[in-house]
């Protein structure tokens, strides 16, 4: 599935009838786009020549002319993707008939999710999360459900390199937290929804104290997508109602990785020395 492509569907249930429109028409008719002017996509879509253009910039082009550029500079042809296969793709837990089926289908779902995510995360905002992250005093990484232990896994990593790093499960505890930042600190927020009512209330705190806010959220429309000083957009074969989080924890869990590694990099001879010490002290409890 192609960037646009994989844009879209994250975006398509919070998109207004004329935007459903263009969007319709990419999805069916792709190739046409490249045959026509703007003035008759948009009479071809029943829309306007500025609704095309700002479509194109909600998928992230300057315009219809960037959006075909990047079509063909990534060499992307028609892609016709049968129902029956994209339905199998991103199936939960329904229709398995064996163990076999389950380990392929599950292991396709999680790898997917990160090569989905790689192809839409915007380096200018990883470059800038990372450098955020470096300069801050304490890192506050939250989280409801499964993306509050991707939080933790978070706060672990951070804390192994010597960032002041914390999380809590609790909203209560996650409220006070909040309320201690200031604006040297940065508060990361992991949410695949970008809606989770916790979250939004979190990142408001930090907004009004002027704490820098990253948002781990999906591509589209939400609150935290929206309103994050740093949104770092995934995506992942999710449905809406679903027995667990499972392609969205593996994306969340890559851009922690990527900002782990971002930071260690940048002031790698430090914590390289920091690494040394923590694992010294943890190796003696190994057999």
């Known amino acids: 599935m192609d960037n646009y492509t994989l844009k879209i569907r994250e975006i398509y249930d919070d998109l207004n009838p ?9 999805l069916e008719s792709i190739d046409d786009v490249f045959n026509l002017s703007i003035h008759e996509l ?33 060499g992307l042809n028609k892609v016709k993707v049968e129902a029956n296969e994209e339905e199998q793709l991103y199936t939960d837990i329904k229709g398995y008939t064996s163990i076999e089926s389950i380990i392929e289908n599950v292991s396709l779902l999680d790898a997917k999710a990160i090569t989905d ?39 672990y990593k951070f ?8 999380t809590a499960p609790d909203f209560h505890i996650q409220l006070t937290h909040v309320s201690l930042l200031d604006k040297d600190d940065v508060v990361v ?33 939400s609150p935290i997508a929206n309103q994050a000083d740093i949104a770092l957009l995934i995506t992942a074969p999710e449905i809406e109602r679903r027995s667990g989080a499972m ?21 790698y001879d430090h914590i390289e020395r920091t690494l040394n010490k923590t694992s010294q002290y943890s190796a003696n409890h190994k057999i």
């Open 18 to 26: 004329t935007e459903l429109k263009i969007a319709d028409y990419l």
């Open 42 to 74: 948009a009479e071809k879509t029943g829309t306007s020549q500025a609704a095309w253009v700002r479509f194109c910039k909600l998928l992230g082009y300057s315009g219809l002319k960037e959006f075909k550029k990047d079509y063909i500079v990534n």
């Open 117 to 155: 995510t790689q192809k839409i995360l915007d380096v200018k905002s990883v470059e800038q999360a990372v450098e955020t992250i470096s300069k801050a005093k304490k890192i506050l990484f939250l989280g409801a459900g499964a993306s509050g232990l991707v939080a933790q896994d978070a706060a």
């Open 159 to 166: 804390t192994r390199i010597g960032k002041y790093s914390v």
């Open 189 to 221: 927020i992991i949410s695949y929804s970008g809606r989770t009512k916790e979250m939004i209330e979190c990142m408001e705190i930090a907004k009004e104290i002027g704490c820098p806010v990253i948002g781990i959220t999906k591509y589209g429309k």
């Open 247 to 267: 392609g969205s924890r593996m994306a969340q869990l890559t851009v922690i990785d990527i900002l782990f590694t971002g930071v260690a990099n940048r002031e």
